[in-house]
């Protein structure tokens, strides 16, 4: 269990989920969509990003704070389950419940417009780190999560101003656009993958004193 | 298998297997297949005029009567930098650009007055005199000079209220957060200016609403943003809202703004409502929002007002706006800010300019992972072609690939 289950060799693909698998994926998307509805109810995240921090919008809080969360939990995931398609479950779990669940939970920001868009986003961009993690094989682990999250978080960003926004009547002008996307950029990579990399390490460590 | 460097990107990809190129071909049709989720785009050119109000100028209101706007009212700062209410009546001309005192005023002084044109007179209603209590006045002012004053017209004092003229009916909605208007801020008074005759609609805004503007698109009356009155306090407003005079309901609407705001200015243009400047607790705005009222979306224009500011007393005259008297960082001031709105090029199916900047990103992320797909690959050949070599030249295989660990 934890990193290098996979017992595939360098170069390889390593096998498709398995059930057990794919249950690990499901449950930890699922856990951590809710779980950050719950750290940010309602339309907290909105308020923190635009009135506290004073950023433009839209897209901010999913650009800075979701999609990096949902990167993160993803990687996790995947070091812990290293398995094709468990990142594509994870994150397109992650963030479709994330999704649904501030649209019916709570008087959110998204309103039921933007359901179906959303759960678009989501399997685009875990469609995107999936894709990526699968094609840089030949990458280094840190430099493959930089590249998976920046690419997966981007694409949520991306589909969800071209998507998600317009279905509840908000549009993203470019000046905006150009920020609020190199911060994302910045917040993948330091809330996306430091963590999935410090969790690694420590689970090599653990690994190497057994 | 041995990559050769210089492939040419055909053979590479070729080499690359077809599942990158078929995922990234699959993702960017997608995001295509999305862009008919299409928003609104703002279209308008704002800038100061160079007319200037004979005095600076704050909480008046106005009307536009043809090529010429009125303005009501205010608070006035004097030359000596006093401020007193103004009773004055001052007329804009848009030929001219010029701005003049009548010699007309009204009966009385008033500051944050609201007002409607019905096509031959101006109805100046609500505000506060220099007790700062609500008023139930209404005065009817038709050019050039002549001047009708009703001192107890209403059931109850107005202040903060938006109001949209039908072209039959004035709907009035709301009222102030002040200690005088608990009970009436759900309320919307249809008022008749052929009577005149005031019908109160009470309980109809599903919040207790102050300081909203209001537009009339001939089938519905809607509101935008506003403040709200709290147990310890009051909380300002992302909200737009829809009044329906014939089924006397008013329901929220989907498109919301992504910040709070009360005080703004709000007019028609060209079947979209556009909603400018406006308070917020940090100051004054400066942006300007297009609402698409047909597919209820609202776009930020790229445009903004020239200064952030709000004020309840404009006018559109033609396909320009002329905001009179706003409240800026710097107090009140005498210049005249307009904004000219013009239709905008490219648009999509909708009839709205395509979301570029999502589409965009979109596009750069599907490059970006084609091309991590070429140089990982390249990568990962030449470390094979390396270690069949027996080859150990520093950056062969560190064991640490993504697949690298058994």
């Known amino acids: 269990m934890g990193t290098g289950d996979a017992g595939c060799g360098e170069g390889h693909k390593p096998p498709l989920a398995g059930i057990r698998e794919t249950v690990v994926a499901l449950a930890s998307?699922?856990?951590?969509?809710?779980?950050?509805?719950?750290?940010?109810?309602?339309?907290?995240?909105?308020?923190?990003?635009?009135?506290?921090?004073?950023?433009?919008?839209?897209?901010?809080?999913?650009?800075?704070?979701?999609?990096?969360?949902?990167?993160?939990?993803?990687?996790?995931t995947f070091i812990f389950r290293r398995r094709r398609l468990v990142p594509f479950i994870t994150a397109s779990t992650a963030g479709i419940s994330q999704a649904l669940g501030s649209i019916y939970l709570g008087p959110g920001v998204l309103t039921a417009p933007a359901a179906l868009p959303a759960i678009f986003c989501s399997l685009a961009a875990a469609a995107a780190v999936e894709l990526v993690l699968g094609i840089a094989r030949g990458l280094e682990d840190r430099w493959a999560f930089i590249a998976a999250a920046l690419c997966g978080n981007l694409m949520l960003l991306g589909t969800y101003w071209m998507a998600v926004f317009p279905a509840i009547g908000r549009s993203v002008i470019w000046a905006d656009a150009a920020l609020i996307a190199s911060l994302s950029a910045a917040m993948a990579v330091l809330l996306g993958v430091l963590p999935a990399l410090m969790y690694m390490r420590l689970t090599m460590r653990r690994a190497g004193n057994g | 298998m041995s990559m050769p460097i210089n492939d040419s990107l055909a053979q590479r990809a070729?080499?690359?297997?077809?599942?990158?190129?078929?995922?990234?071909?699959?993702?960017?049709?997608?995001?295509?297949?999305?862009?008919?989720?299409?928003?609104?785009?703002?279209?308008c050119d704002p800038g100061s005029s160079s007319s200037k109000l004979p005095f600076a100028l704050t909480d008046a209101t106005a009307v536009s009567a043809g090529d010429t706007a009125y303005i009501f009212g205010g608070s006035q700062t004097t030359s000596e930098g006093a401020t007193v209410l103004s009773s004055a009546i001052l007329s804009f001309d848009r030929t001219s650009s010029n701005v003049s005192?009548?010699?007309?005023?009204?009966?009385?002084?008033?500051?944050?007055?609201?007002?409607?044109?019905?096509?031959?007179?101006?109805?100046?209603?609500?505000?506060?005199?220099?007790?700062?209590?609500?008023?139930?006045?209404?005065?009817?002012?038709?050019?050039?000079?002549?001047?009708?004053?009703?001192?107890?017209?209403?059931?109850?004092?107005?202040?903060?209220?938006?109001?949209?003229?039908?072209?039959?009916?004035?709907?009035?909605?709301?009222?102030?957060?002040?200690?005088?208007?608990?009970?009436?801020?759900?309320?919307?008074?249809?008022?008749?200016?052929?009577t005149p005759n005031a019908t109160v609609i009470p309980n109809v805004i599903p919040v207790e609403l102050a300081g909203s503007s209001a537009v009339w698109d001939g089938k519905a009356v809607y509101l935008f943003a506003g403040r709200t009155p709290l147990a310890n306090g009051t909380a300002d407003l992302d909200c737009i809202m829809k009044f329906d005079p014939a089924a006397r309901t008013c329901v929220r609407m989907n498109a919301t703004f992504p910040s709070t705001r009360y005080s703004t200015g709000a007019i028609l243009n060209d079947g979209k409502a556009s909603v400018f400047g406006g308070d917020n607790s940090k100051g004054q705005l400066d942006e300007v929002w297009t609402y698409d009222i047909g597919s209820d979306r609202l776009a930020l224009s790229d445009k903004r007002l020239s200064t952030p500011m709000s004020s309840s007393s404009y006018a559109i005259i033609g396909d320009t706006l002329y905001i009179f008297a706003a409240k800026t960082s710097g107090g009140p001031t005498d210049s005249v800010e307009t904004v000219t709105f013009k239709a905008k090029g490219?648009?999509?199916?909708?009839?709205?300019?395509?979301?570029?900047?999502?589409?965009?990103?979109?596009?750069?992320?599907?490059?970006?992972?084609?091309?991590?797909?070429?140089?990982?690959?390249?990568?990962?050949?030449?470390?094979?072609?390396?270690?069949?070599n027996g080859g150990s030249h520093g950056h062969g295989n560190r064991g640490r690939g993504l697949r690298g660990r058994a």
């Not at chain 2, 080499?15 to 997608?30: D, H, K, N």
């Open chain 2, 101 to 194: 005192q009548l010699s007309a005023g009204l009966p009385l002084a008033v500051k944050a007055a609201r007002s409607f044109w019905d096509g031959q007179s101006a109805w100046i209603f609500s505000g506060v005199n220099k007790t700062a209590t609500p008023l139930d006045y209404l005065v009817k002012f038709t050019p050039p000079d002549k001047v009708e004053y009703w001192e107890h017209f209403f059931p109850y004092g107005l202040k903060g209220c938006s109001v949209a003229w039908t072209g039959r009916y004035a709907y009035l909605f709301g009222n102030c957060v002040c200690t005088s208007s608990p009970g009436t801020r759900q309320n919307v008074i249809m008022f008749d200016p052929a």
């Open chain 1, 29 to 76: 998307g699922l856990t951590s969509g809710l779980l950050i509805v719950a750290i940010f109810p309602g339309k907290a995240l909105s308020t923190l990003m635009h009135q506290v921090l004073g950023l433009p919008g839209p897209g901010a809080g999913t650009g800075l704070v979701v999609g990096p969360y949902i990167m993160m939990v993803t990687f996790i």
């Open chain 2, 346 to 388: 490219a648009a999509g199916p909708a009839g709205q300019p395509v979301n570029l900047a999502g589409l965009a990103l979109v596009v750069i992320v599907v490059v970006a992972m084609a091309s991590i797909s070429l140089y990982a690959r390249r990568k990962d050949a030449r470390r094979r072609e390396m270690n069949k």
């Open chain 2, 14 to 43: 070729r080499r690359a297997g077809p599942a990158p190129a078929a995922m990234a071909v699959l993702l960017l049709a997608a995001a295509i297949l999305v862009a008919h989720f299409q928003a609104p785009a703002g279209a």
